[in-house]
């Protein structure tokens, strides 16, 4: 059964600090790997979608990385703004299925 | 192209009413998966349905959940006689097809039984 982990629960940091937030999974044999972006009380907004053949994928500031073998992705965030501020979810599609596990969450506050 | 589509986006009911939550897929999408958010919770899956299909509602409550996706009109989550613990957020996601490397997810609805 596919477990989804994220740590840490909670991060607060300075503005202008590079951030790294951790995702592991227990299952290697994944389909998709993807990272969401949920503001209090909003739907969920993706921001990096990496295939089980790719390493990683990046988007202006984000970079995410996938390492199926030890079942981990990191998602890194360069320069962090007080708008980046919201919780970073994690979700795996499990190779032969098609519903994503979800981890519960990385909740992030950037301090002006 | 317009996303997922859910309305309402804040639904009220009493202990005991049933509520009615729709999702609009994506253009050309056929697929649509329902996920439910507790309160300091992950999303968790519930049902995945095709056009005029259940495919998978292993994650759905046996009593008083149910689910459909008519060949026209949106897919409805109806959960009959609630109660407080159905209080969460309720999210459609939509793909073109099985095994499309990506689900588009909607707004959510938020539900609170009061």
């Known amino acids: 059964k596919q477990e989804v982990t994220q740590i840490p629960a909670a991060l607060s940091v300075p503005e202008g600090e590079n951030l790294v937030l951790n995702c592991s999974f227990t299952d290697s044999a994944i389909y998709n790997l993807q990272w969401f972006r949920q503001d209090p009380g909003k739907g969920l907004t993706s921001l990096l979608l990496i295939q089980s053949s790719q390493r990683e994928q990046t988007s202006g500031r984000l970079n995410a990385s996938l390492d199926k073998s030890s079942g981990r992705s990191t998602l890194y965030i360069a320069a962090s703004q007080p708008g980046d501020s919201a919780t970073y979810l994690c979700a795996v599609e499990t190779s032969g299925t098609y519903k994503y596990i979800f981890g519960t969450g990385t909740r992030l506050k950037v301090l002006a | 192209n317009a996303g997922v589509m859910q309305n309402p986006r804040h639904l009220v009911r009493r202990r005991g009413q049933e509520a009615r939550l729709r999702c609009s897929p994506m253009k050309g999408h056929s697929h649509v998966y329902w996920y439910r958010q507790l309160p300091e919770e992950g999303l968790k899956f519930m049902v995945y349905l095709q056009k005029e299909n259940i495919i998978d509602e292993s994650g759905m409550p046996k009593e008083r959940f149910s689910a459909e996706f008519p060949k026209e009109g949106p897919s409805i989550l109806r959960i009959q006689q609630v109660v407080r613990g159905d209080s969460a957020a309720y999210f459609c996601?939509?793909?073109?097809?099985?095994?499309?490397?990506?689900?588009?997810f909607g707004q959510g609805t938020r539900l609170t039984v009061v």
């Open positions: 996601a939509s793909s073109g097809f099985w095994g499309d490397t990506e689900a588009f």
